[in-house]
């Protein structure tokens, strides 16, 4: 069952950087076609952006959170009919998996020093130490995009928790990631290296989560079952 996993991560890994690689060579021919500069003023927009901000999944956390407690039988403090898992579970693997596709994001970034684009779609390295943690002057750091990073991380989470929302939440995720493609933020590839990062820790996190919850912080911290 091991090797099988790892056969599987290998070739979604493969797939994923494919991806990146091709998205790299399109860079300046999709920022040119659809940088739209009045697309952040519009509401739509600003909507499908949210998808990125953490505040958000911490409200949508909080309400799981309560929907659960709800359903709670009093006498045992646990889910039905899942009795090994406590009311905040979902809402915990929510705002971990939020949480941790934007921090990895930012370790990312200075690590890889690759600015945002510039007026021609173009994204160089930034000549400095990767260890500084600044954010690359006035153009800042792309790579990996944080917004789209906590978008999937946290829409890729929920479509592995409720299923019959995987497409909804994919589809609202790639609209964050198209956000940041008409404000002129990111490039092609930023946002795809995001994708990868954020449906990556959402993964981990559900693997390592969904077994019975009697762990550290009573079932929020997933570890292995």
Request: net charge positive; with cysteine.
């Amino acid at each position: 069952m091991r090797s099988r996993g790892v056969r599987t991560m290998l070739r979604w890994s493969a797939v994923w950087m494919t991806l990146f690689l091709v998205a790299w060579l399109l860079d300046a021919a999709v920022y040119g076609a659809v940088l739209d500069e009045g697309a952040r003023d519009k509401d739509w927009t600003q909507v499908l952006r949210q998808m990125g901000y953490l505040p958000t999944w911490v409200i949508a956390a909080v309400l799981l959170w309560l929907l659960d407690w709800k359903r709670t039988p009093p006498a045992h403090g646990l889910i039905s009919p899942g009795p090994e898992r406590p009311w905040h579970h979902r809402g915990g693997l929510l705002l971990l998996s939020a949480i941790g596709a934007g921090l990895l994001a930012n370790i990312l970034k200075p690590l890889i020093g690759r600015l945002r684009p510039d007026e021609n779609g173009i994204a160089y390295f930034a000549s400095r130490p990767a260890v500084l943690w600044a954010e690359g002057g006035p153009v800042g750091l792309g790579l990996p995009s944080g917004h789209t990073s906590v978008a999937f991380g946290a829409c890729g989470m929920l479509a592995l928790l409720i299923p019959a929302w995987r497409w909804p939440m994919m589809a609202l995720a790639a609209g964050c990631a198209v956000t940041r493609l008409l404000a002129g933020a990111h490039t092609l590839s930023d946002t795809v290296a995001g994708a990868w990062v954020g449906l990556a820790v959402a993964a981990w996190l559900f693997a390592v989560g969904r077994g019975p919850r009697r762990g550290p912080a009573g079932g929020l911290v997933p570890r292995e079952a």
